[in-house]
């Protein structure tokens, strides 16, 4: 197959600009085959919508991209479908309603494709990440002797490695996924007076996630919860319409002018402390069905984000962890707790830590979302053995430009939260560790290393990123 005339790359959220020797668009699998085959003693990697923050979209060799790949059928049984790699998860999840069914667990953004959300353990809140629900893979990659291949991977450790495999493995063509009937959800905003308040209503609303908000440090809980029927509320589409301009536009608008384009603490302060709280209405319940009330449009304006993992014992003190070391970020007077302050000390970056005092001031309320153990070798909340617990997402996110000041705070919290608290960093997110530092977070990164030598004995599906972030050997391109 004839590579397209090569042009520079670039991913959604800016950071990540590169130019590809050859790129190629193929129709079918013949051509990812002939591709491959082409390609054997080089370097390949897939593009989906580039809605990832790390390198690991970047080739100076082959860049394949499988917009062509977006069948999507429905199994004779309704609960399993079988997708095309390139086929966008908005598009399948309207695909899915038409016919009274959904995914079991959707992220907060639906631009992504398939192949790229499970690749990366992609996750919403409540519930296993979309990694967790495939029930097969199609995959071309090399076989023996070093031709290239197509697999269907259906059971074992290999299935468990393919449903999150950052794209190590070969080139996913196809993704057979479960589903469900479509179910509805029902929702409010509440604002919480601590962690206890949020946790303690867990259980009657499992698919909650809660923010942290900066400067005023206080708890918004999305309650939310699968309705007892299927029957949408009167106001659904009032509340979408207003979710959408108020929220997803106007907040977001406002945070982008007076923290990046303005530079003003003081206003991003009032944005929080005045504003915000009067565009939260509790006592607005409104059901309406999942793809709905789940997805939200944070994609709208350009950012960068770091996202990190930690088990439910270790929640409460990674939420101190961020708070303090954002607010001495924000604030060089700022005395953090004995207990982080602990943590800092026992891993000898009490240096590091002043370097950071007064550096960058936080802007963008912080998400945490509970996700259910997977059945994966390294998505982030892989499970292994008999052990089943629950993790719990934090997410980092920033408007502001240069990066850098943010880059050194989210590097030093991802140390220290790694560190000393277990946690591990979102393979589709900015990531400024290594493989040595993060390996003992992954029981089964080992299991994984060996299953990508099989099916990858030249290293042809790994890039810089990959080698630096996942198996710890020389970078190459």
């Given at each position: ?8 790359v ?5 950071n ?6 050859n790129?190629?668009l ?7 085959l ?10 390949i ?20 991209d ?5 069948r ?6 309704r ?14 999840l309207?695909h899915?309603?038409r ?12 631009r ?7 690749a ?9 990440s ?17 031709e290239?291949e ?25 993704v057979?996924?479960?589903c469900?009937p ?6 409010r ?19 909650q996630?809660?923010?942290?908000i ?6 918004l ?11 949408r ?5 009032l ?12 907040l ?24 915000l ?5 509790p ?21 960068l ?39 800092i000390?026992s891993?000898d ?24 153990p997977d ?11 008999v ?5 719990y ?17 989210a ?10 608290l ?34 990858d ?21």
């Amino acid at each position: 197959m004839q590579p397209r005339g090569t042009s520079h790359v670039r991913n959604f959220g800016g950071n990540i600009r590169f130019r590809p020797r050859n790129q190629y668009l193929p129709r079918d699998e013949e051509d990812v085959l002939r591709i491959l085959a082409e390609h054997r003693t080089g370097t390949i990697r897939v593009i989906g919508a580039g809605h990832s923050w790390n390198g690991g979209i970047e080739t100076s060799g082959a860049l394949v991209d499988l917009r062509h790949f977006r069948r999507i059928q429905i199994h004779p049984d309704r609960r399993r479908v079988s997708v095309g790699a390139g086929c966008r998860i908005a598009e399948l999840l309207a695909h899915l309603a038409r016919r009274g069914l959904t995914l079991p667990s959707i992220g907060l953004i639906a631009r992504q494709t398939v192949a790229g959300a499970t690749a990366t353990g992609t996750h919403g809140s409540g519930r296993h990440s979309m990694s967790h629900y495939v029930e097969s893979m199609r995959i071309a990659c090399y076989g023996k002797g070093g031709e290239a291949e197509v697999r269907r991977v259906d059971s074992g450790e290999a299935l468990r490695a393919v449903r999150c495999s950052v794209g190590a493995l070969g080139v996913v063509l196809e993704v057979t996924l479960k589903c469900v009937p479509q179910y509805y959800v029902r929702e409010r905003c509440v604002w919480r007076s601590d962690l206890d308040a949020v946790l303690d209503n867990e259980a009657a609303a499992a698919l909650q996630q809660f923010y942290l908000i900066p400067h005023t440090w206080a708890y918004l809980e999305h309650e939310r919860s699968v309705a007892p029927d299927n029957r949408r509320s009167g106001i659904a589409m009032l509340y979408r319409v207003y979710w959408l301009v108020v929220i997803d536009v106007l907040l977001h608008l406002g945070i982008k002018l007076t923290a990046s384009m303005l530079r003003s603490r003081r206003l991003v302060d009032l944005i929080y402390r005045r504003l915000l709280p009067v565009c939260i209405f509790p006592k607005w319940r409104v059901t309406d069905r999942s793809d709905r009330q789940l997805l939200m449009r944070h994609d709208l304006f350009r950012h960068l984000e770091m996202e990190a993992f930690v088990p439910r014992e270790t929640l409460r003190p990674a939420l101190a962890v961020v708070s303090d070391i954002l607010r001495a970020a924000d604030n060089a007077d700022y005395e953090v707790s004995a207990g982080v302050h602990d943590r800092i000390r026992s891993l000898d970056l009490e240096d590091a830590l002043e370097n950071i005092r007064g550096s960058y001031s936080h802007h963008y309320p912080i998400c945490v979302r509970r996700v259910r153990p997977d059945d994966t070798l390294i998505s982030m909340s892989s499970c292994h053995g008999v052990e089943r617990r629950d993790w719990y997402a934090i997410s980092l996110i920033t408007f502001t430009e240069p990066r850098l000041p943010f880059q050194n705070v989210a590097r030093f919290l991802a140390t220290t939260m790694v560190r000393t608290l277990g946690a591990r960093l979102h393979w589709g997110k900015w990531d400024p560790l290594d493989a040595r530092q993060i390996e003992d977070s992954y029981p089964g990164i080992a299991a994984f290393r060996a299953i990508c030598a099989r099916f990858d004995p030249q290293g042809v599906f790994r890039n810089r990123f990959l080698e630096e972030a996942l198996f710890g050997t020389s970078p190459h391109q």
